[in-house]
């Protein structure tokens, strides 16, 4: 059983920064961040393997966000930055034991998520 943890989400103007956590109890493969705005489904925002040699990010993202992970702290990182009030939304962190994926069906593990607010 992996737990995870996320922490860093908060309230930020547009334009600003923020970087996200994740904290795993134990090892991990795969790690991926999805959001999740009011009203709206659960959506894919990045992954990156256990290497750390392969990501993938949603389009609405690509430029802005960052996911890198540090496997000797069992952690997995967003940078976020050009927020947009759109990017509001509950931040979760998730762990795969099979290979990159997009697919939040893969995913086995979840944590409990952080809230980012992206003010205009």
């Known amino acids: 059983q992996v737990q995870l943890v996320e922490s860093g989400g908060g309230l930020v103007q547009a334009g600003g920064s923020l970087r996200l956590s994740c904290a795993a109890s134990g090892r991990t493969f795969s790690m991926g961040w999805f959001r999740q705005a009011p009203g709206k489904e659960r959506e894919f925002v990045a992954a990156?393997?256990?290497?750390?040699?392969?990501?993938y990010y949603a389009d609405s993202v690509k430029g802005r966000f960052t996911i890198s992970r540090d496997n000797p702290k069992n952690t997995v990182y967003l940078q976020m930055n050009s927020l947009k009030p759109e990017d509001t939304a509950v931040y979760y962190c998730a762990a795969d034991r099979g290979a990159i994926t997009t697919f939040r069906r893969n995913y086995d593990y979840w944590g409990q998520g952080t809230q980012v607010t992206v003010s205009s």
């Open positions: 990156i393997n256990w290497s750390g040699g392969s990501t």
